[in-house]
């Protein structure tokens, strides 16, 4: 099956631009629609900054900053602003608004029709945050529900079985350059993981390049059930308190 409508879902603004620019940008120069649905604007996502005044951001404020710069990196990575819908669940609740997310999400899949679905990784996934998890099971009960021959692919996965080659991460860094809000937590959080995921990801599996976007693709006919591994990363992501990213 030739695949051209994409539906990719977000957590949170920022997800697609830190875990895989590079993919979506290829996809694009492709000639295939990509959307971009963010489960919230990120409207608590003020966790790392260390603007003394920050309070005076969180909700519905910052939430409108947030949706500004995901339409911005969208427009940097070639996916037009009427690609880029919100289904308006707010920032840190999506596990208790499970009920609504779930039509949402029904509502914006019938809707776009898409051949291929990319969602947070919840099953083996290295980053446990709630919204993460429950955005990646939502999207992937919909999907298994009520249009199960659509290919299916994770991101931040900790089981990648496809590897797509970074040829410098100058483009995915200047992407995560229109989160500005977010840019605190992404001067720890965005070197590491385009230091030591992306260069293990290309050194490994890669021929011929050092750096490398990961993912893991599946079927709704698989079951996906939470890895060992995964279960210990939860009780220590537990230990903190993130609120958004």
């Known amino acids: 099956m030739a695949i051209q409508n994409i539906l990719v879902f977000l957590a949170h603004p920022d997800d697609t631009d830190t875990y895989c620019a590079n993919f979506l940008r290829a996809l694009v120069d492709a000639g295939k629609e990509i959307f971009l649905c963010s489960f919230t604007r990120g409207e608590e996502g003020i966790g790392g900054n260390r603007d003394p005044n920050k309070e005076a951001f969180r909700g519905k404020r910052l939430g409108r900053i ?10 940097f990575i070639g996916i037009p602003s009427n690609h880029v819908l919100f289904l308006d669940i707010f920032d840190a609740t999506v596990p208790q608004n499970k009920l609504i997310a779930f039509q949402r999400v029904r509502s914006t899949i019938a809707k776009i029709n898409p051949d291929l679905v990319l969602m947070p990784e919840f099953a083996h996934s290295y980053y446990r945050h709630p919204d993460h998890v429950y955005a990646g099971m939502i999207v992937f009960i919909v999907t298994k529900q009520f249009k199960p021959c ?20 100058a483009f995915g860094k200047e992407a995560i350059t229109f989160h500005a809000s977010q840019a605190d937590f992404f001067r720890f959080i965005y070197p590491a993981y385009v230091n030591i995921e992306q260069v293990k990801n290309g050194l490994l599996h890669v021929r011929g390049f050092t750096r490398a976007e990961g993912f893991r693709i599946s079927t709704t006919s698989k079951p996906q059930y939470p890895g060992v591994l995964a279960r210990m990363v939860d009780r220590i992501f537990k230990l903190f308190t993130i609120k958004s990213t």
């Open 150 to 169: 659509t290919a299916i692919m994770f991101y931040h996965s900790m089981r990648n079985n496809f590897y797509f080659p970074v040829k410098s991460k």
């Open 66 to 75: 947030r949706t500004r710069e995901l339409t911005r990196a969208a427009a």
